[in-house]
């Protein structure tokens, strides 16, 4: 039991006893705390159950030395780091503090018992990151957001909707308006006032970005709903959305219908349920080519040819029109959606054998009746 003339710490028992009391050295400065039991049964006073209590009650003022916590056992002693968040297995759980040490825009959050001890209730926060959203909002180096767990960490680019905030995105225009994006990173959605909070990053994208010449902002969305530089056509739910807009481009004859998403929310005006009423609404005129229907899917893609009858599976159930692509001699009738979407009602039939016979009933060729 004889005194080294430097204290004993405590190392999960071993070395000294649990407890803690103050040894007054030369000056204040280079006073510590020691849990050797010559010093605990000569002390004055309760002994502490926590070396960080009692460096914090006795010497808290000291100089930026900190010669009491320096004493603190390894396995304690604070790093000069913060304690990157309970997950890192150090700290107290749920307290976290600002550090200055290095000033303002080197300041980070910890959760460190040597930092946290004798910090005033009302400056401890429940989470590393409302500490330094609260504290270090204005940070332009960002040091302390840095400093959070590693699946936490901001990239420098968006969460795309499996990262961050689920249904809160915010417009972030760190590089101006053409590279925008919308984010759901907690750095970037806290503090934000809520109206200019979004349930999607669509809507997002759509209401700040919606004129950006680089797409930016539609190029950050998940890979599933990337554009492609053209449209995509629903294929029974797939690519796409199951309502129709129409895209203008170079000229009314290259003008499609889309179900992307990117143009269904930048279009103007309601969306069709069908890619048929959508074309025949807007591009009907077309020319020969008919550029919009040849955009449709080719599951639902007219043929040239008629549809046989529901029989076959296709078109319209009993609607039926004549068509005279090639002449009344070669006339036919079809229910393929291209082809009866804009007829005259009074045009339509309920069968194709009804069709034929009031339309091509003189026909010398009998085209007509032999497609039934």
């Not at 034929?356 to 497609?371: E, L, N, P, W």
Request: net charge negative; charged share 20%; proline share 6%.
């Amino acid at each position: 039991r004889q005194p080294s003339g430097q204290p004993s710490f405590d190392n999960n028992g071993e070395g000294g006893l649990d407890v803690w009391v103050p040894v007054w050295t030369n000056s204040y400065n280079e006073g510590y705390c020691s849990n050797k039991k010559e010093d605990v049964f000569n002390a004055w006073g309760d002994p502490f159950d926590d070396a960080f209590e009692c460096c914090d009650f006795w010497f808290g003022l000291q100089d930026d030395q900190k010669f009491c916590l320096s004493k603190v056992p390894d396995f304690i002693q604070p790093s000069g780091q913060p304690s990157l968040g309970t997950a890192a297995g150090l700290g107290l759980p749920e307290q976290f503090v600002a550090i200055y040490t290095n000033g303002y825009e080197d300041g980070y959050c910890s959760n460190l018992k040597a930092d946290v001890i004798g910090t005033p209730e009302a400056q401890i926060y429940d989470s590393e990151l409302d500490c330094c959203t609260r504290v270090f909002g204005d940070q332009a180096s960002g040091t302390c957001i840095s400093k959070l767990d590693g699946d936490r960490q901001p990239s420098g680019q968006p969460s795309l909707s499996e990262l961050g905030l689920p249904n809160q995105f915010v417009a972030v225009f760190t590089n101006g308006y053409d590279e925008g994006y919308c984010s759901n990173l907690k750095e970037f959605v806290i503090g934000t006032p809520d109206a200019q909070i979004y349930e999607s990053e669509f809507e997002c994208c759509t209401d700040n970005f919606a004129d950006q010449t680089t797409g930016t902002c539609i190029s950050k969305l998940d890979g599933d709903r990337q554009p492609s530089g053209q449209p995509s056509f629903d294929n029974n739910g797939e690519g796409g959305l199951d309502v129709w807009v129409p895209v203008w481009t170079n000229s009314y004859n290259e003008g499609y219908c889309s179900n992307k998403k990117e143009d269904v929310f930048n279009a103007w005006g309601d969306p069709f349920d069908d890619a048929f009423e959508c074309c025949d609404f807007w591009f009907g005129l077309q020319d020969d080519q008919k550029f919009c229907l040849s955009k449709v899917p080719d599951f639902i893609q007219p043929s040239g040819q008629p549809s046989l009858g529901t029989a076959a599976g296709l078109g319209l159930p009993e609607q039926f029109v004549a068509i005279y692509t090639n002449g009344y001699e070669d006339g036919y009738c079809s229910n393929l959606k291209a082809d009866v979407i804009g007829t005259p009602e009074a045009q339509i039939y309920d069968s194709e054998l009804d069709c034929c016979t009031r339309v091509f009933g003189d026909q010398a060729s009998g085209t007509c009746i032999s497609k039934l």
